[in-house]
């Protein structure tokens, strides 16, 4: 067996652990507990830096370097995922010969990555979309809070559940409503910031908790809907936190884009729902606006509906009573979901098999330091 000089010991000292480049091959060294070890230093999962990777001790007594992207852990000795799983990283075999750290020209074992028998985000990951050219599937997203055991009246749901209730009966439209706050998901944990890979499709999240409750959201919003209408209330001038929660996990369909030019959103309709007590309905509808077109949704025209009773309206109990007697909020709802709708028929027909976007791409983001 071939071994190639890689760095001296001294550059690996106890309780340490680096990459080190061996010709084209990136291997990770480890020296803890008095012994020198070597791993494939590509992540399986997504190809995270092992050597940056953070060293824990499991149930079984052993050390594991888990990755920094999204904490996928090999056994130090063996290269082996921990117990219940097949995973494998390449494992190389290491002397020391003069002081320098030689590793095997080729693994003593190879990296594998076990097929699991049920995947339960195939759907997500094959795109396996529900949508046909007479399909008129209508999402509603509401943003409101409130606590589940005391709920309260809400303006901007019931607005989206009128639009709902239009679409089914005057375009004989699929619908359905998910109320962000009934589910149970974690906050975006910025992989994209330690590198534009991380951030996958699906989510990383997803894939480490698969009944995360963002995934109800991707399959709805990217693999069922023709349209989606967001109703939110305005809170200190801006959308709901929980649109902003929601808008934060909704980097996965947008980094699509930007690292494989690959646009999930095609010929999808949104529009809005806006109230609050306070004013800035513009401010809040430009924000969506930019959001969802970012995605690749297409805006109707007049697609958004703004409610609100002014600055000085602070008699708050007030404020559904007066809503729920105007004019103008059903009428505006009907007309919002009427262009809405309208949009999504005709653009049913354009062809978007070559969509491409002017956003940046990550070919092009080096040419920033050149």
């Excluded at 509603?140 to 809400?154: E, F, K, V």
């Excluded at 999504?344 to 940046?360: E, F, G, N, R």
Aim: glycine fraction near 6%; include cysteine.
């Amino acid at each position: 067996m071939r071994h190639i000089p890689l760095i001296p010991l001294l550059e690996l000292p106890e309780n340490s652990h680096k990459s080190v480049l061996s010709g084209k091959k990136q291997i990770a060294l480890f020296h803890y507990e008095g012994r020198i070890t070597a791993l494939g230093n590509c992540c399986i999962h997504e190809g995270g830096d092992l050597g940056q990777g953070f060293i824990q001790r499991l149930d079984d007594g052993e050390l594991y370097v888990a990755c920094p992207w999204h904490g996928w852990q090999y056994n130090l000795k063996s290269g082996k995922a921990p117990h219940g799983y097949e995973d494998r990283q390449d494992l190389y075999d290491v002397i020391v010969e003069n002081g320098m750290i030689m590793v095997s020209e080729e693994p003593v074992k190879k990296a594998f990555r076990a097929a699991h028998a049920v995947d339960p985000l195939a759907d997500l990951r094959n795109l396996e979309y529900q949508t046909t050219m007479k399909s008129l599937n209508v999402l509603g997203i509401s943003t409101t809070n409130m606590n589940r055991d005391l709920a309260r009246p809400s303006t901007s749901e019931t607005a989206l559940q009128s639009a709902l209730d239009f679409a089914a009966s005057e375009f004989g439209a699929a619908t359905k409503m998910i109320k962000i706050r009934d589910l149970d998901f974690r906050h975006c944990e910025g992989y994209y910031s330690r590198h534009e890979k991380a951030c996958t499709w699906p989510c990383s999240i997803s894939e480490m908790v698969p009944e995360d409750g963002m995934s109800d959201v991707y399959r709805a919003m990217v693999l069922w809907a023709d349209a989606v209408i967001l109703a939110t209330p305005i809170r200190w001038g801006n959308a709901s936190s929980l649109f902003y929660k929601m808008a934060e996990r909704l980097n996965t369909v947008q980094n699509q884009i930007t690292i494989h030019d690959k646009v999930l959103i095609k010929n999808k309709v949104a529009s809005f729902i806006i109230t609050g007590g306070q004013d800035n309905v513009q401010g809040v509808a430009g924000n969506l606006n930019s959001f969802f077109t970012d995605l690749g949704f297409i805006l109707p025209p007049f697609n958004f509906v703004g409610w609100s009773r002014g600055w000085i309206a602070e008699d708050t109990e007030n404020n559904y009573n007066a809503f729920f007697r105007s004019r103008y909020v059903k009428r505006s709802v009907k007309e919002l979901v009427t262009n809405t709708l309208r949009l999504v028929i005709q653009v049913k027909h354009m062809d978007v098999a070559d969509l491409h976007t002017p956003k940046p791409d990550i070919s092009e983001a080096g040419t920033l330091l050149e």
